[in-house]
């Protein structure tokens, strides 16, 4: 760890300042709907530097209080000189500021955002002959990922106390033989700390909201039955209903199970659908599917769950399917349904809003298009899941009652605007 004088401090804080003002322009710019990254206006505490490479260029870690959150940037250091001759991935280009150490005063930069700094940044946390960057994929709240030719880097932006969840989640499912994953490489952990995470490259992979969407719009295009057009992602859906299971599977070895209070789980459901719309409740097939989980469910088991499991989150590879973003840090207890159900709401989501945003013409006919789609790939997700060997000892072995379970948490989610507590 770097020492840190009062004078160091308070050059620190004023370029993480900019750093978190920069960031949240950025989300800003993306019409991000919850915009979380620190202003300029916020106080700015540095906590600790850590020096992960020494002279010019040089490479400062640090984590530092920004309001009520704590904040975890990569500093580059460059000679005045060499400054102009940097070359920023898109999405940075002028300079955080300036910092004055031992070695002299050096030009401060986002280091994941220079070709050259970003790869002496992956080889402080796993020595690799890595040559370039070659984009970066994700900058959001949860961090920025950046690929290179055989791994992908994430850091974590914003930091929890104490082990981030989703490295707790990959590395538990990794060790417990779930190889629907990008393996973790290495960690990058300090005092007790998650800061990052290395993992392998999944070369030609393409993402589940791209798969979708390429069988949605070929099904528009042509019309009929889903099963008749050319992109039928039925086969894709029961093989991500297989993949789920083995997941689950693996969580349960992994952090084992514990009976799930059904009745406390569906008073809740109950009253964020009261705040939300409460002539839901009055609905018949409603209360009946509630009545019927409420009297039916009391051998249910909760495991931990990946907690938002949807189409934006899995990625098909030329070896299947697999879980691409573990960021989700709701680390509690839920049936393993909980996740199904989360799966299932991105398959409406996807065809409704493709039917209905993209294809403003002829509106009403796609909309019915839409519906055959989602009913025929749910069905095949539920397929899938319920075959997997071993899955019996997790959900209920009467289909109307999985059913019945999906739908809640389904309504659970939408009654929440889709952030739903785990128990």
């Known amino acids: 760890m770097a020492e840190i004088n009062e004078g160091l401090r308070s050059s620190l804080a004023a370029l993480i300042s900019t750093w978190a003002a920069r960031r949240t322009e950025r989300a800003r710019r993306r019409d991000l709907e919850r915009v979380a990254a620190a202003s300029v206006d916020l106080p700015v505490h540095v906590e600790e530097v850590a020096m992960l490479r020494p002279g010019r260029p040089g490479l400062l870690d640090v984590v530092a209080a920004v309001g009520d959150r704590t904040a975890h940037a990569v500093l580059g250091l460059l000679p005045p000189d060499a400054a102009d001759a940097r070359r920023p991935l898109p999405g940075e280009d002028a300079p955080l500021g300036t910092l004055e150490d031992g070695d002299g005063p050096a030009v401060v930069v986002d280091a994941l955002y220079d070709t050259a700094l970003a790869p002496l940044v992956l080889d402080a946390i796993v020595p690799r002959d890595e040559p370039a960057v ?41 060790e417990a033989g779930f190889n629907h994953l990008a ?16 993992q392998e490259r999944l070369a030609g992979s393409s993402g589940g909201m791209a798969v979708a969407l390429t069988s949605l ?25 297989t993949m789920t299971a083995r997941m689950h599977l693996a969580l349960e070895r992994a952090f084992g199970h514990e009976p799930l209070d059904v009745t406390s789980w569906c008073s809740d459901v109950e009253s964020a659908v009261r705040r939300w719309d409460p002539s839901l409740l009055d609905a018949v097939p409603i209360v009946e599917t509630l009545s019927h989980v409420r009297r039916a469910g009391h051998d249910l088991v909760a495991i931990r769950t990946h907690g938002d499991l949807e189409l934006g989150r899995i990625a098909r590879t030329d070896h299947g399917w697999v879980v691409v973003d573990f960021s989700v840090t709701r680390a509690g207890l839920r049936s393993p349904l909980a ?41 095949a997700l539920l397929a899938g899941y319920l075959s997997t060997p071993g899955i019996e000892a997790l959900v209920p072995s009467e289909r109307r009652l999985v059913e019945d379970v999906v739908a809640v948490y389904e309504l659970q989610r939408a009654a929440t605007g889709g952030s739903v507590k785990q128990t």
Request: aromatic share 6%.
């Open 134 to 174: 070659l984009e970066v994929v994700t900058d959001d709240d949860s961090g920025t990922v950046l690929v290179f030719d055989a791994c992908c880097l994430t850091v974590f932006t914003w930091l929890a106390e104490g082990p981030d969840p989703s490295v707790e989640l990959l590395v538990a499912l990794d």
């Open 183 to 198: 393996a973790p490489l290495g960690l990058w952990r300090r005092h007790g700390r998650d800061l990052g995470v290395v």
């Open 217 to 241: 719009r070929d099904l528009y295009a042509a019309g009929g039955a889903p099963e008749d057009a050319g992109g039928d992602f039925a086969t894709e859906a029961n093989a991500i209903g």
């Open 339 to 379: 996740d199904v159900a989360d799966m299932a709401a991105s398959f409406h989501r996807v065809a409704l809003v493709e039917a209905t945003e993209n294809h403003p013409a002829g509106r009403a006919a796609l909309v019915a298009l839409a519906q055959a789609w989602e009913d025929r790939n749910r069905k």
